[in-house]
T-cell receptor, first 113, second 114 residues
Framework: ETAVFQTPNYHVTQVGNEVSFNCKQT?????MYWYKQDSKKLLKIMFS???????VNETVPRRFSPQSSDKAHLNLRIKSVEPEDSAVYLC????????????FGEGSKLTVL | TQTVSQSDAHVTVFEGDSVELRCNYS??????LSWYIQHHGRGLQFLLK??????VVQGVNGFEAEFSKSDSSFHLRKASVHWSDSAVYFC????????????FGKGTSLVVHP
């Protein structure tokens, strides 16, 4: 049963546009993550928040910015998309950090034309 | 920083066969090791994890994994696969020391022929 909800599931846009992905979890977890999954299925962590505090901020282009309004929500904004941003963006949550058990959403697939 | 290696990119078996998907890790301290399954077009689903205790851990849908410190491995096994087990399987590691970055292997695509 899905408890990590991502919207939109698909988004097609052109180079230079802005896009936002939203994520909400209903599990009561205190830690949330954004991962990027490329066309080869490789998963790379981008950001992580614990109790609304940024704890992981990987080396990603500055056009990417996370936004956390509370423990249950973590959004991702891309200010001016580039073709290499085409990927699936996966949101996940966990109870605590480093517990070895993440709960993932269904993903948001971005296509940049 | 922990690293995770999945040596097999693709594994093909027939329904009813047993299967083992391999995972090796590198990290000097305490570590959580996990397996996840990703069906086509879906998110990842947690299967099982190990941190300490019995090195053989049971997961959902008949999956189990065995931890070996000497081999730095955490291989996933299933005794009899079903066609619905066709998916990509990811091994993951989370260092308990606190770098807060769950790290995933490259994934193994399992295809089960009926």
């Amino acid at each position: 049963e899905t408890a990590v909800f991502q919207t939109p599931n698909y988004h097609v846009t052109q180079v230079g546009n802005e896009v936002s992905f939203n994520c909400k979890q209903t599990l009561g977890h205190d830690t949330m993550y954004w991962y990027k999954q490329d066309s080869k299925k490789l998963l790379k962590i981008m950001f992580s928040y614990n109790n609304k505090q940024l704890i992981v901020n990987e080396t990603v282009p500055r056009r990417f910015s996370p936004q956390s309004s509370d423990k249950a929500h973590l959004n991702l904004r891309i200010k001016s998309v580039e073709p290499e941003d085409s990927a699936v963006y996966l949101c996940a949550s966990s109870w605590g950090v480093n517990t070895g058990q993440l709960y993932f959403g269904e993903g948001s697939k971005l296509t940049v034309l | 920083t922990q690293t995770v290696s999945q040596s097999d990119a693709h594994v093909t078996v027939f329904e009813g066969d047993s299967v083992e998907l391999r995972c090796n890790y590198s990290y000097g301290g305490s570590i959580y090791l996990s397996w996840y399954i990703q069906h086509h077009g879906r998110g990842l689903q947690f299967l099982l994890k190990y941190y300490s205790g019995n090195p053989v851990v049971q997961g959902v849908n008949g999956f189990e994994a065995e931890f070996s410190k000497s081999d730095s491995s955490f291989h996933l096994r299933k005794a009899s696969v079903h066609w619905s087990d066709s998916a990509v399987y990811f091994c993951a590691a989370s260092a308990s020391g606190g770098n807060y970055k769950p790290t995933f292997g490259k994934g193994t695509s399992l295809v089960v022929h009926p």
